[in-house]
Nanobody, 119 residues
């Protein structure tokens, strides 16, 4: 599978953005999908995960209640709706895919999309 993320940009604190990640490949619906982010000078960190059916989602504590991950297997796309954005959400956001239920082992990464939240 190959991944192409989009939807990043500049937004004021309290605003919203929706990231999209389009996947190529007929096996998209079998992958667990997720979003990670990397802020300047920091390590990449987990943001959210959704299982192949969309029936199970997990979030980092820092985004719980503000971000929502979803997927449309018919469109081979996973989304990250980000509400109530804070300056500390500023980062490059990467979508990711793995064949397992969690992100260990082999991970396929998208190219990243920059989100900047101004105060």
């Amino acid at each position: 599978v190959q991944l192409q993320a989009s939807g990043g940009g500049l937004v004021q604190a309290g605003g919203s953005l929706r990231l999209s990640c389009a996947a190529s490949g007929r096996t998209f619906s079998t992958y667990t999908m997720g979003w990670f982010r990397q802020a300047p000078g920091k390590e990449r960190e987990f943001v959210a995960r959704i299982t192949w059916s969309g029936g199970n989602t997990n979030y980092a504590d820092s985004v719980k209640g503000r971000f929502t991950i979803s997927r449309d297997n018919a469109k081979n796309t996973v989304y990250l709706q980000m509400n109530s954005l804070k300056p500390e959400d500023t980062a490059v956001y990467y979508c990711a895919a793995t064949e397992g239920a969690i992100f260990t082992g082999t991970i396929t990464w998208g190219q990243g999309t920059l989100v900047t939240v101004s105060s």
